[in-house]
């Protein structure tokens, strides 16, 4: 497997999840992860991404609430999700690619997709 998202689920607003993503080791120990999300109908955005030295980045959206890290022993980068809110609700991805990612990254290696519900 090159990379697999999991943790997902349906929680209340206020509630925390820790989505996981396990990436194959030649991926991990070179490349940059970054967890994106999705909603119907608009497009893939960036939540947060961290480098193979472990440098972190955060767009608006995660800041504050949520926690990017990475386990080097079991090569997985985890997205650590508190206070949700049901605008959190989305298909939430894990992508890698050379350097830092950003915005205008394309990433070429995806996960699957982990469906994160929300309730109010």
């Known amino acids: 497997v090159q990379l697999q998202a999991s943790g997902g689920g349906l929680v209340r607003a206020g509630e925390s999840l820790t989505l996981a993503c396990l990436v194959s080791?030649?991926?991990?120990?070179?490349?940059?992860v970054a967890w994106y999300r999705q909603t119907p109908g608009k497009q893939r955005d960036l939540v947060a991404s961290?480098?193979?030295?472990?440098?972190?980045d955060y767009e608006d959206i995660a800041k504050d609430r949520f926690t990017i890290s990475r386990d080097n022993a079991k090569n997985t980068v985890y997205l650590e999700m508190n206070n949700l809110r049901p605008e959190d609700t989305a298909v939430y991805y894990c992508?890698?690619?050379?350097?830092?990612?950003?915005?205008?990254?394309?990433?070429?290696?995806w996960g699957q997709g982990t469906q994160v519900t929300v309730s109010s």
């Open positions: 961290i480098t193979s030295r472990g440098r972190s």
């Open positions: 992508a890698a690619s050379w350097g830092l990612i950003s915005i205008a990254t394309i990433p070429t290696t």
């Open positions: 080791e030649d991926i991990f120990k070179d490349k940059s």
